[in-house]
Structure formats: structure tokens, C-alpha cells
């Protein structure tokens, strides 16, 4: 069993900073990609994030500049700092990884039940 558990949501004034933390537990052998999606109201689930374990990164445009994706190997954990903060940014984040449980298992997708992000004033 693996298990992927967010925190760090919150509401937050247009123009703060929000850092989201993930932590993966279980039965884990290795991971390969770990992200940050977003949800907003109405909306299709769509790629905010991306790290892979050797630590290239990967930003939807609209996040670039202002989201910083870091994951730290040793302890299964992935961050997400969000600095300049628009209302558009409004959304549940999930947390998302690729985790192979045995040297002979394939990757399997694992997603957090999600944290809520609320940019207003």
C-alpha cells in the first residue's frame, strides 16, 4: 500500500506565497516523476508541476517564474513554493507520483486526495 499525503492549502491574499508539502509512505522501492496538479471549479485537472528523481523540472506556463517544484529523494517527499499568487491560481492541488513497489513491479500512478489553494482578497 502506498499512500501520498498533501498539506499546506489555504486561503491566501493575491500577491502571498503558499508552500505545499507531499509526503509518500508505504511500500515503496522507487519513484520516478513526482508533480503537482490543479483542479479548478469547472475545470479539467491539468499540470501545475513536475520533477523527475534526477531533478529536472518541468512548469505549466502559466506558473513559470512564480512555482517552484523540489522533491528530496531520501525521504519520499515532494514541495511545491508558489510566490506571487493570482486569484486565477484558485484550485485543489493534488499531489501525484510515479512509485514502482518492487525491483520486478511496474510504475504505478498514485494521486493525494487533494489540498485547496484560495487566492483572494
Known amino acids: 500500500q502506498v499512500q501520498l499525503v498533501e498539506s499546506g492549502g489555504g486561503l491566501v491574499q493575491p500577491g502571498g506565497s503558499l508552500r505545499l508539502s507531499c509526503a509518500a509512505s508505504?511500500?515503496?522501492?522507487?519513484?520516478?516523476?513526482m508533480a503537482w496538479y490543479r483542479q479548478a471549479p469547472g475545470k479539467q485537472r491539468e499540470l501545475a508541476a513536475a520533477?523527475?528523481?534526477?531533478?529536472?523540472?518541468n512548469y505549466a506556463d502559466s506558473v513559470k517564474g512564480r512555482f517552484t517544484i523540489s522533491r528530496d529523494n531520501a525521504k519520499n517527499t515532494v514541495s511545491l513554493q508558489m510566490n506571487n499568487l493570482k486569484p486565477e491560481d484558485t484550485a485543489v492541488y493534488y499531489c501525484y507520483a510515479d512509485i514502482r513497489s518492487g525491483w520486478y513491479e511496474e510504475y504505478t500512478k498514485y494521486w493525494g486526495q487533494g489540498t485547496q489553494v484560495t487566492v483572494s482578497s
Open positions: 508505504g511500500s515503496i522501492f522507487s519513484i520516478n516523476v
Open positions: 520533477i523527475t528523481s534526477r531533478g529536472n523540472t
